[in-house]
């Protein structure tokens, strides 16, 4: 199964807002409602901050945002701050499997 | 909770290596227990799953007939044998715990620090 495809790279100002997009097919984002996110920092061990597509696990700013649209999920980073600055990668359930998506480099300007 | 994973490893091309996940703090039979590899500069690849409670996995495509995931319910440690290794092969290897009690989805709350393996002639 193909990796699902996010933008190699987005960037903004602090306070901006960026979205994140991550396009699969209707056998993984748009057949399910299991679509993560996940922040990695350099040299550091991912972090889930979104699950089921909208909901954000303890701990995480209301800042971070998930949302989907047919086989298209979004991640919205409203509020942008130097720390957000990382990699920032997004995974669908299968049924015979769970994918990543490439990974997309957010630089805070 | 924690997932704590086995130290560094260096091998040979063709020899295997098997990392070991322990975890603690939470009922390790019930929740899904998956393997994520990085290779330097890359992506998140995710590698194959097991539910510790029946033995059952799940491999990618990739690793079918490669990796082997088992466990040990007395210690609450999960393993991962990758053998046939590739230079490709060098990577950090993760263990993550899914986040859904029984089931398996796509949400993994906790990670383990990871595992280096070299692949060096």
């Known amino acids: 199964q193909s990796a699902l495809t996010q933008p190699a790279s987005v960037s903004g100002s602090p306070g901006q807002s960026i979205t994140i997009s991550c396009t699969g097919t209707?056998?993984?984002?748009?057949?399910?409602?299991?679509v993560s996110w996940f922040q990695q920092h350099p040299g550091r061990v991912p972090r889930l901050i979104i699950y089921?597509?909208?909901n954000r696990p303890s701990g995480v700013s209301s800042r971070f945002s998930g949302s989907k649209s047919g086989n298209t999920a979004s991640l919205t980073i409203s509020g942008l701050q130097a720390e957000d600055e990382a990699d920032y990668y997004c995974?669908?359930?299968?049924?015979?499997?769970?994918?990543f998506g490439g990974g997309t480099k957010l630089t805070v300007l | 909770a924690q997932l704590v994973q086995s130290g560094a490893e260096v091998k040979k091309p063709g020899a295997s290596v098997k990392v070991s996940c322990k975890a603690s703090?939470?009922?390790?039979?019930?929740?899904?227990m998956h393997w994520v590899r990085q290779a330097p500069g890359q992506g998140l690849e995710w590698m194959a799953c097991?539910?510790?409670?029946?033995?059952?996995?799940m491999y990618a495509q990739n690793f079918q007939g490669r990796a082997t995931l088992t466990r040990d319910l007395s210690t609450d440690t999960a393993y991962m044998e990758l053998s046939g290794l590739k230079f490709d092969d060098m990577a950090v290897y993760y263990c993550?715990?899914?986040?859904?009690?029984?089931?398996?989805?796509?949400?993994?709350?906790?990670w383990g620090q990871g595992t280096v393996v070299t692949v060096s002639s």
């Open positions: 995974s669908s359930y299968t049924s015979r499997s769970t994918i």
């Open positions: 209707n056998s993984d984002v748009g057949g399910y409602n299991s």
């Open positions: 703090g939470y009922a390790f039979p019930g929740y899904h």
């Open positions: 097991l539910y510790p409670s029946s033995g059952d996995t």
């Open positions: 993550a715990r899914d986040s859904q009690w029984l089931a398996r989805g796509s949400a993994f709350d906790l």
């Open positions: 089921e597509v909208s």
